[in-house]
């Protein structure tokens, strides 16, 4: 058994270009109901590209909005946050996806209702896969392409991460090709060690599980790591996983051992969780 991660809320490191980083997929207006009463933007290939972005490291986001201004707002707050937008298509009579969330006295988000617009059947372009193609890591989310990116990437060289757990479509969540993926689960430990495994077995590489709370499990085949959640006051859990995806992979990155690549992503996940949204926003 692989040694606990754990460690103390951090702040932020001071900002410095680190690696080219791009991710794919999914972003999405949050509409959160009264008492809250708020709209931010969120979605797991954007919470990603955010939290990589303030991580320090030269970051591009891949997809698709609506010509509406809910899809000028998502490219403004992109931008804003120093993530490259060359390749945020807009789409023309298009509409922007948004999510309903209700959110409980706990912190905790519930999904009320969910509208993919023109993410719905996006996929990268050719010239999208050139570029693609020279990024060191690529990180996918909600994606609608069969697993046809991720394959053309990991073929080039590229590594490659997808968050498993966000795509009900089965075509869509394979974990074959995939450098790490990572998977969502609130069961046991023996649980969470049965998806990990059941995830290398289908081709993974290295496979993370994220069990909010409960702490996260890792396993590269052999050795089991186990990550900490750390104690927090709770305001809102969306994106939380999205910003332990970003800690994680930011440490990876690095070079670092997976048992200290947990302890960063509870670190930004524990960030996360003091606000609304899956990164600071006005």
Same mark, same amino acid.
């Given at each position: 058994?692989?040694?606990?991660?754990?460690?103390?809320? *951090?702040?932020?490191?001071?900002?410095?270009?680190?690696?080219?980083?791009?991710?794919?997929?999914?972003?999405?207006?949050?509409?959160?109901?009264?008492?809250?009463?708020?709209?931010?933007?969120?979605?797991?290939?954007?919470?990603?590209?955010?939290?990589?972005?303030?991580?320090?490291?030269?970051?591009?986001?891949?997809?698709?909005?609506?010509?509406?201004?809910?899809?000028?707002?998502?490219?403004?707050?992109?931008?804003?946050?120093?993530?490259?937008?060359?390749?945020?298509?807009? *789409?023309?009579?298009?509409?922007?996806?948004?999510?309903?969330?209700?959110?409980?006295?706990?912190?905790?988000?519930?999904?009320?209702?969910?509208?993919?617009?023109?993410?719905?059947?996006?996929?990268?372009?050719?010239?999208?896969?050139?570029?693609?193609?020279?990024?060191?890591?690529?990180?996918?989310?909600?994606?609608?392409?069969?697993?046809?990116?991720?394959?053309?990437?990991?073929?080039?060289?590229?590594?490659?991460?997808?968050?498993?757990?966000?795509?009900?479509?089965?075509?869509?969540?394979?974990?074959?090709?995939?450098?790490?993926? +990572?998977?969502?689960?609130?069961?046991?430990?023996?649980?969470?060690?049965?998806?990990?495994?059941?995830?290398?077995?289908?081709?993974?590489?290295?496979?993370?599980?994220?069990?909010?709370?409960?702490?996260?499990?890792?396993?590269?085949?052999?050795?089991?790591?186990?990550?900490?959640?750390?104690?927090?006051?709770?305001?809102?859990?969306?994106?939380?996983?999205?910003?332990?995806?970003?800690?994680?992979?930011?440490?990876?990155?690095?070079?670092?051992?997976?048992?200290?690549?947990?302890?960063?992503?509870?670190?930004?996940?524990?960030?996360?969780?003091?606000?609304?949204?899956? +990164?600071?926003?006005?």
């Amino acid at each position: 058994m692989g040694e606990t991660a754990r460690r103390e809320f *951090i702040m932020p490191r001071q900002r410095r270009m680190i690696a080219r980083i791009a991710t794919v997929g999914d972003n999405c207006i949050d509409r959160y109901l009264p008492p809250i009463d708020r709209a931010l933007v969120g979605g797991n290939a954007v919470n990603v590209a955010v939290n990589l972005a303030r991580a320090g490291h030269e970051t591009a986001y891949f997809g698709a909005v609506g010509d509406d201004p809910e899809g000028r707002r998502t490219r403004e707050v992109l931008a804003s946050q120093s993530v490259d937008v060359t390749s945020l298509r807009t *789409i023309a009579g298009g509409r922007t996806s948004h999510t309903v969330i209700a959110t409980g006295a706990d912190g905790d988000r519930h999904f009320v209702s969910e509208d993919f617009g023109v993410c719905r059947g996006y996929r990268p372009d050719e010239r999208d896969m050139i570029r693609l193609m020279k990024m060191r890591h690529v990180h996918i989310g909600w994606l609608d392409d069969a697993g046809i990116t991720k394959r053309a990437l990991v073929q080039a060289g590229v590594s490659v991460s997808q968050d498993l757990s966000v795509n009900a479509e089965p075509r869509n969540i394979t974990p074959d090709a995939l450098t790490i993926a +990572f998977i969502s689960s609130d069961g046991s430990e023996a649980e969470a060690r049965a998806f990990a495994e059941r995830t290398l077995a289908g081709g993974a590489k290295l496979a993370v599980i994220m069990r909010g709370p409960l702490g996260s499990l890792a396993t590269s085949g052999g050795e089991f790591f186990r990550g900490a959640a750390l104690p927090v006051a709770v305001t809102d859990t969306t994106g939380a996983g999205d910003s332990f995806i970003a800690g994680f992979l930011s440490a990876h990155l690095a070079g670092r051992p997976v048992a200290e690549c947990l302890v960063e992503g509870h670190a930004a996940a524990a960030e996360t969780c003091r606000i609304f949204g899956g +990164f600071a926003q006005d």
